[in-house]
């Protein structure tokens, strides 16, 4: 089955320490994306990636990073810079300029629980 | 830039009921699409429908037509003959075609809908 795998689902840390998000996806798609979800609120765009060694700011990348060595790899560090890390983390992936609407497939999101 | 705005944060219809969750957005770009997403309990995200800006004919999926008011830009999801798995978060979201359109989708904030038998 063709999807977006996010690990963990769910993750507690302690303020101060880096964590790291997965992301992974094996359908082929050029463009990555990184989103934030805090409660009622919508999405908003950390990073993304519509290449592999390439990566955009979205509009909230402050005390975030993130690489993309490899086409199927999206992995997110949320650092210790990050002022509020506790939200609901989703990752997404689309065929980007190779054309389609567009649509964004996304995983099941990683809640992030920083103590 | 792009702005989503959503001015519905909750509704209550009863199940059978035709529902309407409102979408307006702002963008100078002349083309683009506009999607509904559906977010329930769990937190996965399901997309709808798509409606590119220069489709002639209203988009439906089953269920779920767009109603797409390009003078007004408003993108309004109706959903006829709701159910109780209806309930959820809603999320409207719009891209840009210019330069390429692969910096991803713009959201807003959502309208969360509560299906009452």
């Known amino acids: 089955d063709g999807g977006i795998t996010q690990s963990p689902k769910y993750l507690f840390r302690k303020e101060g320490q880096n964590v790291t998000l997965s992301c992974e996806q094996n359908?082929?798609?050029?463009?990555m994306y990184w989103y934030r979800q805090d409660p009622g609120q919508g999405l908003r765009l950390i990073y993304y990636?519509?290449?592999?060694?390439?990566?955009q700011k979205g509009d909230i990348a402050e005390g975030y990073s993130v690489s993309r060595e490899k086409k199927e790899s999206f992995p997110l560090t949320v650092t210790s810079a990050q002022k509020n890390p506790t939200a609901f983390y989703l990752c997404?992936?689309?065929?980007?300029?190779?054309?389609?609407?567009?649509?964004?497939?996304f995983g099941e999101g990683s809640r992030l629980t920083v103590l | 830039a792009q702005k989503i705005t959503q001015t519905q944060p909750g509704m209550f219809v009863q199940e059978k009921e035709a529902v309407t969750l409102d979408c307006t957005y702002d963008?100078?770009?002349?083309?683009?699409?506009l999607f509904w997403y559906k977010q329930p309990s769990s937190g996965e995200m399901i997309f709808l429908i798509y409606?590119?800006?220069?489709?002639?004919q209203n988009a439906t999926e089953g269920r779920y037509s767009l109603n797409f008011q390009k003078a007004r830009k408003s993108a309004n999801l109706v959903i006829s003959a709701s159910q109780l798995g209806d309930s959820a978060m809603y999320f409207c979201?719009?891209?840009?075609?210019?330069?390429?359109?692969?910096?991803?989708?713009?959201f807003g904030k959502g309208t969360h809908l509560i299906i009452q038998p």
């Open positions: 359908l082929n798609h050029d463009a």
């Open positions: 963008t100078s770009d002349q083309s683009y699409g």
């Open positions: 979201a719009m891209r840009p075609f210019s330069g390429g359109g692969a910096d991803g989708l713009t």
């Open positions: 997404a992936s689309s065929t980007g300029t190779g054309g389609g609407t567009g649509e964004l497939f």
């Open positions: 990636s519509q290449i592999v060694n390439d990566f």
């Open positions: 409606q590119g800006s220069y489709d002639e």
